[in-house]
């Protein structure tokens, strides 16, 4: 299966707030990262970004650094739609993460809590965690979502792998320092309960 095809007709034939992924605002991924990003020019980049308001609370926060990566152009243009003239403050990238050149170090805070459930590929797991260490400064920090132990074992049509938190912070290794793991109870548009777990890290190398 081809991934962008997938994302591609999923994000054409499904409104953004019927999504089962979908909350107006990401609150717990907005307190880790207003913990981790204390300055303005912050670098700050998030995976899996799509259709999400992540960015825009992010922008109206003062945030002036802000990236946003996704697989599927469609997502990102209805992104880019919604903000009108604030998509214009954003770097907006399209492709798989696990193939993607980025700069090295360039980024202070790594977001995702849309595409690591999906990496079932062991391989494509270890091509992540090193697209993040060569993306991330030192001293710069990780915030990675999965659904926990207790969520779906698919999504959008696609299998999930699920995390215990000790086993989402070990995909990483020691050069990720724990900071410390949350739980979150997402409901869904349509009413269902799904349990993410947050892995919130510092890079030491």
Request: with cysteine; charged share 25%; hydrophobic share 35%.
């Amino acid at each position: 299966m081809d991934p962008t095809a997938h994302w591609e007709k999923v994000y054409s034939t499904t409104k953004p707030d019927t999504v089962s992924w979908y909350r107006a605002h990401l609150d717990m991924s907005l307190r880790l990262i207003e913990e981790a990003a204390t300055r303005g020019d912050a670098a700050i980049i998030d995976v899996g970004g799509g259709e999400s308001t992540l960015v825009d609370d992010l922008l109206t926060r003062g945030y002036r650094d802000v990236s946003v990566l996704d697989i599927s152009p469609t997502a990102l243009e209805v992104a880019k739609a919604r903000l009108g003239e604030r998509a214009q403050q954003v770097e907006w990238l399209c492709g798989d993460v696990t193939k993607m050149a980025f700069p090295e170090h360039r980024y202070d805070v790594w977001h995702d809590r849309a595409v690591f459930h999906f990496l079932t590929d062991p391989e494509d797991r270890n091509a992540y965690v090193r697209q993040v260490a060569h993306s991330v400064r030192t001293g710069g920090y990780v915030i990675v979502a999965a659904f926990g132990p207790e969520g779906p074992t698919r999504c959008s049509g696609l299998p999930v792998v699920r995390y215990e938190p000790g086993a989402l912070h070990d995909e990483f290794g020691d050069k990720f320092r724990l900071v410390k793991h949350l739980t979150e109870l997402h409901h869904t548009p349509k009413g269902a309960i799904q349990q993410f777990i947050y892995c919130f890290c510092n890079i030491t190398r």
